[in-house]
Protein backbone atom coordinates (compact mmCIF):
# COMPACT_ATOMS: atom_id res chain seq x y z
CA UNK A 1 0.00 0.00 0.00
CA UNK A 2 1.64 3.56 -0.93
CA UNK A 3 4.86 1.84 -1.23
CA UNK A 4 4.88 0.91 2.46
CA UNK A 5 4.26 -2.55 3.49
CA UNK A 6 1.85 -3.02 6.58
CA UNK A 7 1.28 -6.49 8.93
CA UNK A 8 -2.10 -6.98 8.93
CA UNK A 9 -4.01 -6.25 13.05
CA UNK A 10 -7.09 -8.14 13.68
CA UNK A 11 -8.50 -8.12 17.39
CA UNK A 12 -9.71 -11.79 18.38
CA UNK A 13 -13.58 -9.93 18.78
CA UNK A 14 -12.86 -8.83 15.06
CA UNK A 15 -15.83 -10.54 12.56
CA UNK A 16 -12.89 -12.46 11.05
CA UNK A 17 -12.05 -14.02 13.91
CA UNK A 18 -15.50 -14.90 15.25
CA UNK A 19 -16.15 -16.05 11.35
CA UNK A 20 -13.28 -18.20 11.23
CA UNK A 21 -14.59 -19.60 14.79
CA UNK A 22 -11.66 -19.17 16.55
CA UNK A 23 -13.25 -16.75 19.27
CA UNK A 24 -17.18 -17.17 19.16
CA UNK A 25 -16.66 -19.02 22.61
CA UNK A 26 -14.32 -16.15 23.87
CA UNK A 27 -16.97 -13.37 23.61
CA UNK A 28 -20.47 -15.81 24.35
CA UNK A 29 -20.88 -16.01 20.39
CA UNK A 30 -20.20 -19.68 20.28
CA UNK A 31 -24.22 -20.74 19.75
CA UNK A 32 -24.69 -18.63 17.00
CA UNK A 33 -24.87 -20.13 13.38
CA UNK A 34 -25.75 -17.58 10.74
CA UNK A 35 -22.68 -14.85 10.48
CA UNK A 36 -24.97 -11.86 10.16
CA UNK A 37 -25.88 -12.42 13.98
CA UNK A 38 -22.10 -11.99 15.01
CA UNK A 39 -21.54 -8.96 17.00
CA UNK A 40 -18.21 -8.25 16.85
CA UNK A 41 -16.04 -6.36 19.17
CA UNK A 42 -13.29 -6.07 18.01
CA UNK A 43 -11.50 -4.45 14.96
CA UNK A 44 -9.62 -5.00 11.84
CA UNK A 45 -7.06 -3.02 10.32
CA UNK A 46 -3.28 -3.11 9.44
CA UNK A 47 -0.69 -1.33 11.24
CA UNK A 48 3.06 -0.38 9.26
CA UNK A 49 5.73 -3.00 9.27
CA UNK A 50 8.63 -1.80 11.16
CA UNK A 51 10.84 -4.73 10.25
CA UNK A 52 12.57 -7.82 11.88
CA UNK A 53 12.51 -7.40 15.83
CA UNK A 54 16.52 -7.79 15.87
CA UNK A 55 16.57 -4.57 14.23
CA UNK A 56 13.78 -3.11 16.17
CA UNK A 57 15.65 -3.73 19.33
CA UNK A 58 18.98 -2.71 18.08
CA UNK A 59 17.30 0.60 17.42
CA UNK A 60 15.53 0.96 20.28
CA UNK A 61 18.92 -0.02 22.75
CA UNK A 62 20.31 2.36 20.64
CA UNK A 63 17.98 4.94 21.44
CA UNK A 64 18.22 3.84 24.85
CA UNK A 65 22.16 4.38 25.00
CA UNK A 66 22.21 8.15 23.50
CA UNK A 67 19.20 9.65 26.03
CA UNK A 68 21.48 8.39 28.62
CA UNK A 69 25.11 10.06 27.22
CA UNK A 70 22.13 13.34 26.88
CA UNK A 71 21.55 12.84 31.06
CA UNK A 72 25.56 12.37 31.60
CA UNK A 73 24.56 8.47 32.62
CA UNK A 74 26.71 5.56 32.17
CA UNK A 75 24.71 2.87 33.65
CA UNK A 76 20.40 1.79 34.08
CA UNK A 77 21.49 2.62 38.29
CA UNK A 78 23.00 6.31 37.36
CA UNK A 79 19.81 6.66 35.41
CA UNK A 80 17.73 5.36 38.29
CA UNK A 81 19.33 7.58 40.59
CA UNK A 82 20.03 10.79 38.92
CA UNK A 83 17.00 10.86 36.26
CA UNK A 84 14.26 12.83 36.26
CA UNK A 85 10.94 13.42 34.08
CA UNK A 86 9.75 16.82 32.97
CA UNK A 87 6.30 17.69 31.53
CA UNK A 88 7.01 19.90 28.56
CA UNK A 89 3.39 21.16 26.39
CA UNK A 90 2.46 19.86 23.37
CA UNK A 91 3.79 22.71 21.20
CA UNK A 92 7.32 22.02 23.21
CA UNK A 93 7.27 18.46 21.38
CA UNK A 94 6.21 19.38 18.65
CA UNK A 95 9.08 21.81 18.35
CA UNK A 96 11.74 19.23 19.41
CA UNK A 97 10.67 17.40 16.43
CA UNK A 98 11.60 18.01 12.56
CA UNK A 99 9.84 20.45 11.80
CA UNK A 100 9.92 23.24 8.27
CA UNK A 101 11.74 20.43 6.57
CA UNK A 102 10.22 18.19 3.54
CA UNK A 103 11.86 14.71 4.37
CA UNK A 104 13.80 13.02 1.50
CA UNK A 105 14.95 10.27 3.34
CA UNK A 106 13.35 8.89 6.30
CA UNK A 107 15.46 7.19 8.98
CA UNK A 108 14.88 3.47 9.88
CA UNK A 109 13.79 4.81 13.40
CA UNK A 110 12.04 7.79 13.29
CA UNK A 111 8.55 8.63 11.45
CA UNK A 112 6.03 11.56 11.53
CA UNK A 113 3.04 9.23 11.19
Same mark, same amino acid.
Given at each position: ?????????????????????? !???? +???????? $?? &?????? =??????????????????????? !???? +???????? $?? &?????? =????????????????????????????
Amino acid at each position: YQGRSYKTYRGMGSMEAMREGQ !SRDR +YFQDRITS $DS &KLVPEG =IEGRVPYKGIAAQIIQMLVGGLK !SGMG +YAGCATVA $DL &KEKGHF =IQITIAGSRESHVHDVIITKESPNYHLE
